[in-house]
């Protein structure tokens, strides 16, 4: 599906439901933890070798190509770099300090679910508040690699700060499921395009990969609370304050995004895909990290799967929103030649859903 297809348009079905599902998801694991009285804490690696599944499922169709295309809007591509991994892991840092400082595991989980942007799914948003896809299609391979070499740094800076971690686990975890699945996933890509061809790929292969990619998620969000140490039930009482606190994590940098689009000038379109290119984050990059690096902290993961149940109503507003904004505020009009871009590429995958 490419993001001028109509069903673009809209979220389906299943992406609107994937929040509660997830939700649902967490509630059985924590249900059978309780049953199994922690029974099968030593399952763990099982939790691993699902979570390398669904990664290698989010990266199955990511390209790499396509860097320069963006650095042809120098400015605006910029201004989304600065904005994504110098403004947003500084501000989410210090809202976790102000709010979850005396709730550390809640702080860890919090900054690990902001830390990284996400990997597509943005590009439904940009859609649907008109924005300018090509641009928001060609950030997608500055996002993933700048993420991935940073992710290490930000878990060492900042979580360090909060619940201490070894540098070599956080090495290992970001290997283990950054690094791996996504070389797995794209020499699976050639490899299947070469052997069986690229409609076959792109076809049936993708379909499978799509439907795996969620309900391995929801398999392995309650895999790791049946195998995670026991939630104590005043620990299940701090729900509301993370939902709050992603809340203003998510309303700040929607104001911050917007600041900065106004301040330098952007068009509406560039404006409208900057704010949804840094406030979707992409959890499912980090649960991995946090199940190696996080072991016998649940709260962390509960804080990184609870994402989700907020952004989506946040980002369905926030299209309402620049939709609004788009005729009642004045623009600056966009240059009568733009740069040739090139064409979309079939692989990228426009609708990865978050966490």
């Not at 892991?89 to 976790?96: D, I, Q, S």
């Not at 996002?143 to 992710?151: E, G, N």
């Not at 072991?295 to 509960?302: K, Q």
């Amino acid at each position: 599906m490419t993001p001028t297809d109509p069903a673009t348009r809209r979220l389906s079905t299943r992406d609107e439901a994937k929040p509660f599902i997830l939700l649902g998801a967490v509630g059985i694991g924590v249900m059978i933890n309780r049953l199994a009285d922690g029974a099968f804490t030593h399952l763990g690696w099982l939790v691993q070798i699902g979570l390398f599944a669904v990664v290698f499922s989010i990266m199955a169709f990511v390209e790499i190509t396509g860097v320069g295309r963006a650095f042809h809007k120098t400015k605006p591509t910029a201004l989304a770099v600065t904005t994504n991994f110098v403004v947003v892991p500084l501000f989410a840092w210090n809202l976790g300090w102000l709010i979850l400082r005396d709730h550390p595991d809640l702080w860890a989980g919090v900054i690990l679910y902001t830390l990284t942007p996400c990997i597509g799914w943005y590009l439904i948003f940009i859609d649907l508040a008109k924005g300018n896809m090509d641009w928001g299609l060609a950030m997608l391979p500055i996002d993933i690699t700048l993420q991935t070499l940073l992710l290490p740094v930000y878990l060492w800076l900042l979580i360090g700060k909060v619940i201490p971690v070894e540098p070599l686990v956080l090495l290992r975890s970001v290997a283990l499921f950054l690094l791996v699945p996504f070389a797995a996933a794209y020499a699976t890509r050639i490899l299947l395009t070469r052997w069986r061809g690229r409609d076959f790929t792109y076809g049936p292969y993708k379909h499978a990969v799509g439907e795996v990619k969620l309900w391995a998620l929801v398999v392995v969000a309650a895999a790791i609370f049946a195998t995670q140490p026991a939630l104590e039930s005043a620990a299940l009482g701090n729900v509301a304050l993370i939902i709050a606190t992603i809340t203003l994590f998510f309303t700040g940098l929607f104001a911050i995004a917007l600041a900065v689009g106004r301040t330098f000038k952007l068009t509406y379109a560039d404006t409208a895909t900057l704010v949804f290119e840094v406030s979707a984050r992409n959890s499912e990059a980090v649960i991995g990290v946090a199940a190696v690096a996080f072991v016998g902290h649940p709260l962390v993961m509960l804080a990184i799967l609870l994402g989700p149940i907020v952004e989506l109503p946040v980002l369905i507003a926030l299209t309402r929103i620049m939709l609004r904004l788009r005729n009642r505020w004045t623009w600056p009009d966009p240059p009568t030649t733009l740069p040739a871009m090139q064409p979309r590429h079939r692989g990228v995958d426009p609708i990865s859903p978050p966490a």
